[in-house]
C-alpha cells in the first residue's frame, strides 16, 4: 500500500524487515522482488507521486568544477525517482530512455585506466541483465546490430573490417516505474510505501557495526523512525553520499568513509556534439534508417557507431560510442547563415552590414531557411523529413563516452543548508586530457575507416585535449560508492554492502568502478535484482 508520512506519529517507531530508502528505478526494482513475500518492505520516498518544485529545492545545491546542470535537475524526489525526466521522442508521442548493458571491457582491469576493475565479469552479469530486460519491457537480451536489421534502408554501414562497429540501444517507455510499478507495490499487501518522507540520519550501533534506525521527517517537520533488519539506500549517487556524510554521530567521518572514499570517484559520461560525417554517397542518408529511433518487432531501438573491444586494449582507449544525425551543412552565403546574421544584430541593437544582401539571400533561399525550421521542430528523425534529403549532406556526431575514474572528482557537504537544516552538497566533477584525447582518437579511428571502406570521411573538429566548454553529462550520476573487494579502495563489497557495517546496502549506480559508454539504468536495474537474490538467501538462512 500506499500512505503519506503525515498519517505517521511524531515519534513512532516503524518495525519493518527491509526498508529500502529512495523509490527510483533501483529501490522500485528490489521492492517488486518482495512481492507477496514473506517479509516486510518499507519503502520510504521524500517525494509524492509527481515532482514537486517544493521539494525539489531539497536537491539544489553548488558546482564547483566542470560546469555541470543545476543539481536539482539532475534526480527527482518523487516515486519513480528520475524516470519522470526520461525524454526521449520513441514513438506514439511517448518518451523514454536508451538502455544498454555494459561491454565486457568495463569489467577488467585496464592498465591505463586507473582504478579499474569489478569484483566480476560481465558473464556474471548477464543474467541478471536478461531479467533486466523483463523489468523494464524491452526486447530480446541482444545488441548485435545484425539481429535488428530489417531492410535495405535500416541496415549497419558497410565498413571492410570491425574495428569500428555498429550497436543497437534499445529504449523504454518512462511511466513504467511511476505507474505500472506504482500499481503494482500499492496492491502488495507486505509492502508499505510511505511519500513525502525525508531521511534525515542513519543511526548507528556504538561501534558502528550495524544499523539501528532511519531517522526521517514529514514535509511539516514531524520526525519519527525506521527499524529494520536490513536497510539499503537507493536514492542516486549525489544524496547517497551525502546522507552517509551527515550520518556522523558515531563516525565523525560518516558512515562507510573509514577510508574517505565516500563522495570520491564521481563520474558522468561526457556528451558532445563534435564531428562531421561526409559520406562518399549522398544517397547514404536514405539507407542509414538503422541509426534513428525506429520500432523493430515492437520495440524502439537505435543503432551508433563503436570502436572494437580489442581496437580499445590496442590503443588503450575508453569506451566510445556516437549517434549519427542527418545535417545540411550551410553555404557561408546561404539564407540560414544570413537570417541569422540579421538576428544576431537585431538582438543586440546594431546596425546590419549589408542587410539588402542578406535580405535578398534570405527571399532566394527560402526553401532552405523552411527545411532548417522544419529540422529545428521535428529533431533529428530521419523518417520526418525525407522528402528534403537532397537537403542533407553530412552527418553530425553526437558522442557518449567513458570517463577515467577519479577521487578528486567528488561529492561534498557544504555549509549551506536546506529548510530542514541539513547540509547540502557541492559537487566537483573533474575531467581530464585522458578523457578528451581518446574521443579524438577514437574519432580518428571512425575516419580512417571510413575513407578505408569508401563510406566517405570525417571532419575531426576537436583540435587539443582540453574539455571544450560544450562539453555536458547526461544526468548519468555515478560512482560515489565505489564497490571493490577491499575496504581501502571500496565503500560497498561485490554484494553491495557498506564495508563493516553488516546491514546497511547501496543500490544503483553510485556502485559502479568504472562506466562505459552505456547509459547507467540497465545496469542499476541488472544490479539491483542481483541485491534482492542476495537479501532473499540471507532471509532464507
Request: glycine share 8%; with cysteine; proline share 5%.
Amino acid at each position: 500500500m500506499i500512505i503519506d508520512s503525515s498519517n505517521i506519529e511524531t515519534g513512532k517507531v516503524i518495525a519493518t524487515d527491509i526498508c529500502i530508502i529512495g523509490a527510483g528505478v533501483a529501490g522500485i526494482t528490489v521492492a517488486r522482488e518482495f512481492i507477496n513475500k514473506d517479509v516486510n518492505v518499507l519503502l520510504l520516498e521524500s517525494g509524492g507521486l509527481e515532482p514537486n518544485p517544493e521539494l525539489q529545492t531539497l536537491n539544489t545545491g553548488k558546482n564547483v568544477g566542470t560546469p555541470y546542470y543545476d543539481l536539482d535537475r539532475t534526480r527527482v524526489r518523487a516515486f519513480g525517482g528520475t524516470s519522470h525526466r526520461w525524454i526521449i521522442d520513441i514513438d506514439n508521442e511517448e518518451q523514454g530512455v536508451r538502455l544498454r548493458g555494459m561491454d565486457s571491457i568495463d569489467f577488467e582491469k585496464r592498465d591505463w585506466v586507473p582504478y579499474s576493475g569489478w569484483p566480476f565479469s560481465k558473464t556474471h552479469l548477464d543474467p541478471y541483465y536478461e531479467r533486466a530486460h523483463e523489468v523494464c519491457k524491452i526486447g530480446p537480451y541482444s545488441y548485435d546490430a545484425d539481429h535488428w536489421k530489417s531492410s535495405d534502408t535500416r541496415t549497419p554501414l558497410p565498413f571492410v573490417n570491425e574495428k569500428v562497429k555498429t550497436t543497437i540501444f534499445q529504449f523504454t517507455r518512462k511511466n513504467i516505474f511511476y505507474e505500472d510499478y506504482r500499481r503494482e507495490l500499492d496492491n502488495a499487501k507486505n509492502i508499505t510505501t510511505v511519500l513525502n518522507a525525508t531521511a534525515l540520519k542513519i543511526e548507528a550501533s556504538e561501534n558502528a557495526k550495524k544499523v539501528k534506525t532511519i531517522l526521517t521527517t514529514t514535509r511539516n517537520g514531524k520526525e519519527f523512525r525506521v527499524k529494520a533488519t536490513q536497510f539499503i539506500l537507493a536514492t542516486g549517487a549525489l544524496e547517497i553520499p551525502r546522507l552517509l556524510l551527515l550520518s556522523n554521530d558515531v563516525m565523525k567521518c560518516g558512515l562507510g568513509n573509514q577510508n574517505d572514499l565516500v563522495g570520491r570517484f564521481f563520474m558522468e559520461h561526457p556528451h558532445l556534439w563534435s564531428g562531421v560525417f561526409y559520406p562518399s554517397d549522398p544517397n547514404l542518408y536514405k539507407r542509414a534508417g538503422l541509426y534513428d529511433v525506429h520500432q523493430q518487432n515492437g520495440t524502439p531501438v537505435m543503432g551508433k557507431l563503436t570502436i572494437d573491444e580489442n581496437v580499445l586494449r590496442e590503443e588503450q582507449l575508453l569506451n566510445f560510442t556516437t549517434s549519427i544525425h542527418p545535417v545540411s551543412i550551410p553555404d557561408p552565403n546561404s539564407g540560414v547563415q544570413s537570417l541569422k546574421k540579421i538576428g544576431a544584430a537585431v538582438a543586440s541593437g546594431r546596425k546590419v552590414d549589408d542587410f539588402e544582401g542578406h535580405l535578398k539571400n534570405c527571399i532566394q533561399n527560402f526553401d532552405g531557411i523552411a527545411a532548417a525550421v522544419l529540422r529545428k521542430v521535428a529533431g533529428p528523425h530521419f523518417d520526418k523529413y525525407l522528402d528534403n534529403s537532397s537537403q542533407i549532406n553530412a552527418f553530425k556526431l553526437n558522442i557518449m563516452a567513458e570517463q577515467v575514474p577519479d577521487p578528486e572528482s567528488r561529492v561534498m557537504l557544504d555549509n549551506v543548508k536546506d529548510q530542514f537544516g541539513q547540509q547540502k552538497i557541492k559537487l566537483d566533477w573533474k575531467l581530464n586530457s585522458q578523457d578528451i584525447r581518446s574521443i579524438r582518437k577514437a574519432q580518428q579511428i571512425v575516419d580512417n575507416e571510413l575513407r578505408r571502406s569508401g563510406l566517405g570521411h570525417l571532419e575531426i573538429e576537436l583540435k587539443d585535449d582540453v574539455p571544450p566548454p560544450d562539453i555536458h553529462g547526461g544526468w548519468h550520476n555515478m560512482g560515489t560508492t565505489r564497490m571493490h573487494e577491499s575496504p581501502e579502495n571500496g565503500v560497498v563489497d561485490p554484494n553491495c554492502r557498506v564495508h563493516g557495517i553488516l546491514n546497511l546496502f547501496i543500490a544503483g549506480p553510485s556502485v559502479y568502478p568504472t562506466v562505459g559508454y552505456a547509459n547507467p539504468v540497465l545496469t542499476a536495474v541488472a544490479l539491483s535484482l542481483r541485491l534482492a537474490d542476495h537479501l532473499k538467501k540471507q532471509i532464507d538462512n
